[in-house]
């Protein structure tokens, strides 16, 4: 497993980048809710111990939903660790469960379902065989259903979340029940 942090994407002019996805992974929010409490302490010290009791209450949960992660996709075979999704954000997920990652479009790109992109699929699909495709809550449905068509996979009933979490009063609305989400969506997708 290649667990580098950050992780780094190469742009459409082959230039290094820095892959903002990191919250996909839980280990990785485990990082971000310690740099988010102490940040808070110092700025407003009067309230530390507030800030690090919720802190702790947060990653009791937290640390719940990595050991299902670790878990659930642990034990998926060997054959069926291969994730595709429309967007190429999923890197800190797929690198650390160990997930073979294929993907249309690469991050920041400015077209996205190009025929190129689409044919580059294709062909990863072909070799690499997943259950299913995802494609994301948040965009365009349209070059997945084509690469579907094209090879025969189907795309998975429901979404997959990535650049943002569920509206308010609707599934996957926290940080936490998106990462619940994802895996329910994972471990049922990715099996064949
Ligand atoms: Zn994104």
């Known amino acids: 497993m290649?667990?580098?942090?950050?992780?780094?994407?190469?742009?459409?002019?082959?230039?290094?980048?820095?892959?903002?996805?990191?919250?996909?992974?839980?280990?990785?929010?485990?990082?971000?809710?310690?740099?988010?409490?102490?940040?808070?302490?110092?700025?407003?010290?009067?309230?530390?111990?507030?800030?690090?009791?919720?802190?702790?209450?947060?990653?009791?949960?937290?640390?719940?939903?990595?050991?299902?992660?670790?878990?659930?996709?642990?034990?998926?075979?060997?054959?069926?660790?291969?994730?595709?999704?429309?967007?190429?954000?999923?890197?800190?997920?797929?690198?650390?469960y160990d997930l073979k990652e294929g993907y249309i479009w690469p991050i920041d790109t400015d077209e996205n379902g190009t025929p190129n992109q689409i044919k580059d699929l294709t062909k990863f699909i072909k070799s690499n065989k997943p259950a299913t495709l995802f494609v994301e809550s948040n965009v365009d449905t349209r070059p997945m259903k084509t690469v579907s068509n094209e090879t025969g996979v189907p795309i998975y009933k429901k979404p997959i979340y990535s650049d943002e979490i569920g509206k308010k009063g609707e599934q996957a609305d926290t940080y936490l029940k998106y990462l619940e989400y994802n895996l329910d969506v994972l471990k049922d997708g990715l099996k064949k």
Request: charged share 35%; proline share 5%; aromatic share 10%.
């Open 2 to 96: 290649r667990r580098g942090f950050p992780k780094y994407i190469k742009d459409e002019d082959g230039n290094k980048e820095v892959n903002p996805h990191a919250f996909i992974d839980p280990n990785v929010g485990e990082k971000m809710i310690k740099n988010i409490t102490r940040s808070l302490s110092e700025r407003n010290p009067k309230h530390k111990s507030y800030y690090e009791a919720n802190e702790k209450e947060y990653l009791k949960k937290l640390n719940n939903i990595e050991d299902n992660y670790k878990q659930q996709l642990g034990s998926i075979p060997k054959e069926d660790r291969v994730f595709v999704a429309s967007e190429q954000a999923f890197q800190y997920l797929t690198d650390r």
